[in-house]
């Protein structure tokens, strides 16, 4: 069996070391890095963000040598893994300050979430309801609690591409995918148990 | 200023005590913990006792065991008062269970086989084998400067695995330890904790810290009475430790006389030689000895401070006489220092190398070849030759300029 | 839906993990770390650690224990990100943008800013565009004057003049994620919190309040949900007193009919 190999993006957001830590905590081996070589020689992707999606996407541009990543994820098809604004960036549009362009590997928008009276950020755990079958999904009960922290969500265009939704006054798309593409709105990285378990669904991803 | 010990304006704790906070007003959490305690009117020591009995039925709807609680008991004055109030204020059947470290002294024996005697109780003991006691006591004392760390480690693991294995959901411990620094008040209804065991009890070691050493080779197996049992495996049997101190007036100097009356309890036949008090420790010997001139050859004070601050908040004593005591014994170095070298094969030279190297560089400061430290009543003396080498000195000098 | 957050803070001062009542007398519990760990195993939803030193001294004044003497803040956080299992957010003596940096590198998912705040509003403003409002949280110090509810800074202090709501609002204006809302007469008096100011700033504000100060009992956390439109509810001292407390708290709470996460411990 191929030996894993994770490659955690670094592009200049914060939480790269969290992400990292609970991989290596599962005995996985990982590296943090934006270097050509070492993103070829991974098994498997994430990409993980904090803060604004017009921001993300600025540094993302500056900092990760994109045509390598487009080429290895859409072309050749290599798992992985968006987590919160790195699921947004996938995007066509986010329209968090402003409209920005996205990444546009899974068709839809991000708009702000409509929360009706309840307090935005939406910050805390809720409960990720599977509205199909996926590898990512596999092997979780009913009631799964995951930490968000967002004030955005990902509004898809096509149905096929969402996995999971979670509802806050409305339902939002929390876990979205396309084949090898795939994005969770959470943080797997604080969700304690829950997040582990996405993880290692993840990697079972080839 | 270098070296400045300030000391509580209430009793005679210095601020280097051992978990002490002192406020801006000048008073130490310990003294304000009592005062805490002392403003409960009496009407509310009843309610407080009813809460107890409330507390003992929740636990009884779980009880699956025959007995209605374990007290880990070391045949004390404490463990007395304890087993009184359960057996014959609340009527309730409890198991005994003592940790046997092996320093007893002869009426902290009888005391404690008494007490099945005089109380109606079944009595577990648990002594660890006697060789692997002795290296623990070298081991504690070179690590951590305390060959008594075993005895804390006993007594506060292998009740709490009794109680799982027996499946007995209450645990009845006696004074709140944490008065001694303040850590907690009267309405905070302490309980036993995990995490309180292995900060302050076992001062962040445990039983898998000894194992390994070359000269005192320790295994799993010789630790089994050392180990705590999982969160899992108290939630399962719902074990809870409950302090009486919490729902009876404590009084030591009380207690001792109503122990002794009713049940014939023994004090000290001898005087202690670091402390005035003959009610407490009889189920250690070195724990007023040389256990605790570990404290004062690392902090400055002793347990003679301990007993004097006590004794000053209960209004036995004026803050002065307690100043007087101190001066008188807390820093003897008593006889036990014999009985134990010879138990351990230690001679004295080898334990003063040790020893010395606990001193803390915030208390003690080295002039001429002597430790020196200020005192309570005014000045400073000094307090024995250093038994350090030269390479020593200087790694204690270094320390003592980054950290004052 | 959405569950609303138990929340267990942690206080420290010069070292020593403490407990607080009225903001004028601490108990020393412990050293900075392993209060952590406990508190990971049970599963909590969160961690909110904060630094109330008046100096920046740190010394637990020995250094014959099982774990270091660490003698900077900074290195007290390196070594707590190594146990925590929940999301943190770190606070006190946040005065630029450099401190906050600082902190979110060394494994803080969020800050809170307490005094600059008051002393610097645009630090607020600042932080929120650089790292994201979901980041910041503004920690809110309260206290019944003669004149009503007034805003205190420095270690509850100084009278800012400012009501809790105007300032509430002026907060989550400027950026502010959550707002962090404690009564500093109630500190540490097991008491309950205060419901009134808990009712007032959570049905005016839109972003999340976390209610703290006086807890004495589970139901305390039970009545400020069932009473408050508040997001998530903290305490600091009373999860000390017992062991498994988080555990035993999500128990009686879910128990009694309150949208929690349900007890849980971690296989750590």
Avoid at chain 2, 226 to 241: F, H, M, Q, T, W
Avoid at chain 3, 6 to 21: D, T
Avoid at chain 3, 231 to 242: E, G
């Amino acid at each position: 069996m191929e030996e894993k190999l994770v490659c955690v993006l670094d592009y200049g957001s914060g939480n790269v070391g969290s992400v990292s830590n609970l991989l290596q905590h599962l005995g996985i081996n990982t590296i943090i890095s934006n270097k050509e070589k070492e993103i070829q020689k991974s098994t498997h992707l994430i990409l993980p963000g904090v803060g604004s999606f017009g921001s993300a996407m600025e540094k993302i541009r500056k900092n990760l040598p994109m045509t390598l990543i487009e080429d290895d994820v859409v072309y050749k098809k290599k798992p992985f893994l968006g987590i919160c604004i790195g699921m947004q960036v996938l995007a066509n549009y986010g329209f968090e300050f402003g409209k920005h362009d996205g990444l546009g590997w899974i068709e839809g928008n991000v708009e702000k979430i409509d929360s009706g009276d309840n307090p935005l950020p939406h910050i805390g755990w809720n409960n990720v309801t599977s509205v199909q079958e996926s590898k990512l999904m596999m092997g979780f009960e009913e009631i799964n609690d995951f930490y968000f922290v967002n004030s955005y969500c990902f509004k898809v265009q096509n149905e096929s591409n969402l996995i999971a939704e979670t509802t806050y006054h409305k339902n939002f798309a929390s876990v979205i995918g396309r084949d090898n593409i795939l994005g969770v709105q959470f943080h797997p990285e604080k969700s304690q148990g829950a997040g582990q378990k996405i993880i290692k669904n993840f990697l079972e991803y080839k | 200023m270098k070296n400045e010990m300030k000391y509580c304006r209430k009793c005679v704790y210095p601020f280097a005590t051992v978990n002490l906070h002192v406020d801006d007003d000048g008073v130490c959490s310990s003294c304000k913990t009592f005062e805490a305690f002392e403003e409960i009117p009496d009407h509310f020591w009843d309610k407080r006792k009813e809460r107890l009995k409330k507390l003992i039925k929740e636990t009884s709807d779980n009880n699956d065991s025959e007995y209605d609680c374990l007290i880990p008991v070391s045949g004390g004055k404490d463990s007395y008062y304890q087993a009184h109030i359960i057996t014959k204020e609340l009527g309730l059947k409890p198991l005994l269970m003592t940790y046997h470290g092996n320093n007893f002294l002869p009426e902290g024996d009888s005391n404690r086989d008494k007490m099945r005697h005089v109380f109606d109780a079944d009595h577990i003991i648990w002594g660890p084998n006697i060789e692997v006691l002795k290296k623990l006591n070298r081991l504690g004392f070179k690590r951590m400067g305390d060959m008594n760390w075993q005895n804390h480690c006993g007594i506060f693991s292998s009740p709490i695995q009794v109680a799982v294995k027996f499946k007995i959901p209450l645990i009845i411990w006696g004074e709140i330890n944490w008065d001694i620094s303040g850590m907690f008040d009267p309405n905070d209804f302490m309980e036993f904790s995990a995490r309180v065991r292995h900060e302050h009890d076992l001062r962040g070691y445990e039983w898998y810290d000894f194992i390994g050493d070359q000269d005192d080779k320790l295994i799993e197996k010789d630790m089994i009475w050392a180990k705590y049992p999982s969160d899992e495996e108290i939630l399962e049997v719902g074990v809870r430790g409950l302090y009486i101190g919490n729902f009876f007036k404590w009084d030591p100097n009380e207690h001792t006389k109503m122990m002794q009356d009713k049940y014939g309890w023994e004090e000290a036949r001898q005087p202690f030689e670091r402390t005035y008090r003959r009610m407490s420790n009889l189920d250690d010997r070195y724990e007023n000895g040389i256990h605790d001139l570990m404290k004062f050859v690392k902090f400055g004070y002793g347990r003679c401070s301990d007993h004097a601050s006590k004794d000053i908040r209960t209004g036995y004593m004026s803050r002065e006489e307690g100043i007087e005591m101190v001066k008188k014994y807390d820093h003897v170095v008593s006889s036990d220092l014999y009985y134990w070298l010879d138990y351990v094969s230690m001679t004295e030279e080898e334990f003063w190398n040790i020893a010395d190297t606990f001193r803390d560089p915030r208390v003690w400061w080295i002039e001429d070849g002597m430790w020196w430290k200020m005192n309570i009543w005014g000045g400073s003396s000094s307090y024995g030759v250093v038994h350090l080498n030269e390479k020593q000195i200087k790694s204690f000098n270094k320390k003592q300029d980054e950290i004052t | 839906m959405k569950k609303n957050r138990v929340i267990p803070v942690l206080l420290l001062k010069n070292g020593w993990l403490v407990q607080s009542r009225g903001f004028s007398r601490h108990q020393n519990l412990g050293n900075p770390i392993d209060a952590v760990k406990r508190l990971s195993k049970w599963a909590s939803d969160e961690l909110v650690y904060l630094d109330i030193s008046r100096d920046n001294i740190y010394d637990t004044r020995r250094d014959d224990q099982g774990y270091k003497n660490i003698s900077s803040f900074l290195g007290i956080i390196e070594n707590i990100s190594k146990e925590v299992f929940m999301p943190m957010t770190i606070g006190g003596k946040i005065k630029n943008l450099n401190d906050i940096e600082d902190r979110l590198l060394l494994g803080a998912d969020k800050v809170s800013i307490n005094t600059e705040a008051y002393n610097n509003n645009k630090l607020i403003e600042d932080a929120a565009k650089e790292f994201g409002s979901q980041c910041i949280v503004v920690s809110m110090d309260v206290k019944k004057t003669e004149l009503g509810n007034r805003v205190f800074t420095k270690f509850g202090k100084e009278d800012t003049g400012y009501g809790p709501l105007y300032w509430a609002k002026l907060m989550e204006d400027y950026g502010a994620g959550e707002i962090l809302l404690n009564s500093i007469d109630r500190d540490g008096s097991g008491e309950g919190y205060d419901i009134e100011l808990l009712d007032q700033i959570s049905s005016e504000c839109s972003c999340p309040i976390i209610a703290f100060g006086g807890v004495g009992e589970w139901e305390h956390f039970k009545e400020a949900l069932d009473k408050t439109n508040v997001d998530s509810v903290a305490a600091a001292n009373i999860f000390q007193y017992t062991d498994q407390s988080v555990y035993m708290a999500k128990k009686y709470l879910s128990n009694n009919g309150c949208n929690v996460r349900k007890p849980d411990l971690l296989k750590i």
